[in-house]
């Protein structure tokens, strides 16, 4: 032992980081390792022919704070296939959430993994849709995941977020909050959208929020009296806007502008969430639905 010590006091101050960087980096891959292990022990129990969801857990407003995991729940519903939410921070193989794995097999990214259920399961939401109509929901879709995500994320994470309802729910210390802050500042400016002044952003979030809001006029859904595939992601996005935008200065901007997105919103709920108030109190799991 006092050899070692003595090696140690005689090391100069470059080797003496130098080890400690090297025991950080071994303790971090031990972490990393114990919890993959641990994580495939897990695997084994999900029950066959059911969908797992992994996804972080439930909102105090809607049933998630991330669209893509409302978007995919929404599809599960609407589609009836049987599923099972594992609520945690364990990321896809594309270190994103939401995720899905089904008999075994992981899917990363929610519109791949509604393309894999689909291919895999015979479903066709958009079954009863014109190529055309296609067309326009593609768009419509691109516009919430692509566009109006951006906002949602500047409005919480840059903008004033200390006040923002993500803020107040996830607690986060000085230091973790400061990491996310900058990695997301970096995300948004090389997206672009963080490039601009927050009154540019505003006007442009506006803009889409009345696109959606001309587009859906006194439809019961996006495409007609049919819910179909795009509702979901369109109605991932509206709901984080409208149930999850306090502290954001935007909190009642779809009741007070857009009445008829709130209209929407309430009618997606209904249909599709009748648990939603047990899905926002409860981080647990679902069970599996038939
Ligand atoms: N295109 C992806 C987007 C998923 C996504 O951006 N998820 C966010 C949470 S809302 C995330 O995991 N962000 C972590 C990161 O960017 O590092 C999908 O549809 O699943």
């Known amino acids: 032992m006092e050899t070692l010590v003595n ?56 049933p998630s704070m991330t669209p893509f995991a409302v978007k995919l729940e929404t599809y599960l519903r609407m589609a009836r296939i049987p599923y099972q939410n594992v609520h945690g921070m364990q990321m896809s193989s594309k270190s994103k959430l939401t995720w899905i794995e089904y008999n075994g097999q992981a899917v990363a990214d929610s519109t791949l993994c509604i ?38 994320v500047l409005f919480r994470w840059v903008y004033d977020n200390d006040k923002s309802l993500l803020m107040k729910t996830l607690k986060l210390g000085t230091f973790l909050l400061w990491l996310i802050r900058r990695n997301i500042k970096k995300q948004t400016w090389n997206q672009g959208l963080g490039r601009h002044t927050e009154g540019e952003v505003t006007e442009m979030f506006k803009k889409d929020l009345q696109s959606l809001s001309d587009f859906i006029g006194t439809k019961k859904f996006l495409m007609g009296d049919e819910p179909c595939e795009t509702d979901c992601a369109v109605f991932g996005m509206l709901s984080q806007v409208y149930w999850h935008f306090t502290g954001t200065g935007h909190e009642n901007i ?37």
């Open 254 to 290: 779809i009741k007070d502008k857009y009445p008829n997105l709130a209209v929407y919103c309430e009618r997606m709920k209904e249909m599709f969430w009748p648990d939603w108030d047990q899905c926002i109190t409860h981080c647990g799991t679902r069970e599996a639905t038939k």
């Open 115 to 152: 393309e894999f259920l689909n291919k895999k399961l015979g479903v066709d939401l958009n079954r009863n849709l014109s190529p055309a109509d296609r067309g326009v929901a593609q768009a419509l879709q691109v516009m919430a995941e692509e566009h109006m995500y951006w906002f949602l």
């Open 7 to 62: 090696a140690y006091s005689d090391m100069d101050t470059s080797q003496k980081v130098l080890h400690a960087v090297g025991g950080v980096f071994v303790a971090v891959v031990s972490v990393v390792a114990i919890r993959k292990l641990f994580h495939k022990e897990a695997k084994k129990d999900y029950p066959r022919d059911t969908v797992i969801h992994h996804q972080i857990g439930r909102g105090p407003y809607a």
